[in-house]
């Protein structure tokens, strides 16, 4: 049975929240509390499952408390109580998995209740460590990673220079690159001669770490041109053919989910490569389109927690993407889920005014007004 912690100064709030649980929910107190201290002291101890925390109190705000219980109970989950509407964004910065106004309703218990249950499932349902490929693997959303056959350790190479020509080699799509080409993109500040010898340089150390951690992937050269071969399995080979299929319509959901999963961030992220640029954009733009697309056939579906998960992405990977914010909107008004819509709308409005100078669509503010005037 899950187990759950309660912080609140005021006992009869303690004693209110505590009948809520029991009532409409499975989850088991372990302990209640009036003093933060004395729930601090104790929750390591307890290890509750999730904690309920009133944010008002004298002794320490239930958000500094959590804080400080974050690092003691990992994995538990934090449920801010209070009747104080404006901690809400404050609260959620700290990851509350919800956020409930006094007097606690059941709705709102029961909402909580089941937003729990989900984020267990999922835990409960992430698969168990695969064993290493026997492949040379390589990783270009989020960042930029080499590993060799059965390694958990990346490539390390001699120089971010060879690195780089790695990089660029990979992102060509396996054609065969002019070196004058890769001298101008990798070295657009010397000479030709001094450029020249930089990429002869860098690609016999390119081959050699290529060779050290048993790579199977091979550098040729021919005729003044480059290309690498040999890469199988390459995430971006797979996302770029897979998403275009978008626009046939001959992309099935199993394959949209799969092409979701692979982006996990922009294309070489945190690598500074000003000729990735306009193809990182370039992907950027797909995946939006690939994420508003895949939340439309979970919402076709009745599935709607899972289009919340899939527009919850877009946004993190785009924070100006509009329309993915609108739909996000939407999706959590079709769930009367006011905590999260009034966060998220929060975040859209300031986006659109600060970034971007716009003001919210009227259809927008005019669900932002239903869900306020809903719970009054």
Known sequence: ????????????????????????????????????????????????????????????????????????LPQAEFVFVTAYKEYALEAFGVSALDYLLKPVSAAQMGRCWERLQRRLKAEAEEPAEEPLPASARLVVFGGFELYGPKRSTPVRFSTAKVEELLAFLVTSGGHSISKWDICEKLWPESGPDRAEQNLYTAVYRLKKSLQEYNVEYRLESQRGTYRLIGIKDCEL??????????????????????????????????????????????????????????????????????????????????PLDEDAYVLLLETYAALHDRSSFLFWYEKYRTMLEEELGLKVKPRIRELRDAMVSAHN
């Not at 649980?21 to 390591?44: C, M, N, R, Y």
């Not at 307890?46 to 959590?66: H, K, N, T, Y």
């Not at 949209?256 to 370039?282: C, I």
């Open 1 to 72: 049975m899950r187990t759950a912690l309660l912080v609140d100064d005021e006992s009869p709030a303690l004693h209110l929240l505590a009948q809520m649980i029991q009532d409409h929910t499975e989850l088991q107190v372990v302990g209640a509390f009036t003093k933060p201290s004395e729930a601090l002291q104790e929750a390591k101890r307890l290890r509750p499952d999730v904690v309920f925390l009133d944010i008002e109190m004298p002794q320490m705000s239930g958000i500094e408390l959590a804080g400080e219980l974050q690092a003691a």
């Open 237 to 318: 080979d797979e996302f770029e053919r897979t998403v275009e299929e978008i626009d046939s319509g001959k992309m099935s959901l199993e394959d949209a989910e799969r092409s979701f999963a692979l982006y996990r961030g922009p294309l070489l992220h945190g690598k500074d490569y000003s000729w990735s640029q306009a193809q990182q954009e370039r992907l950027q733009r797909k995946f939006s389109r690939l994420a508003q697309q895949l939340a439309c056939a979970y919402l076709e579906k009745g599935a709607l927690s899972r289009a919340v998960d899939t527009l919850l992405k877009a946004v993190e990977q785009d």
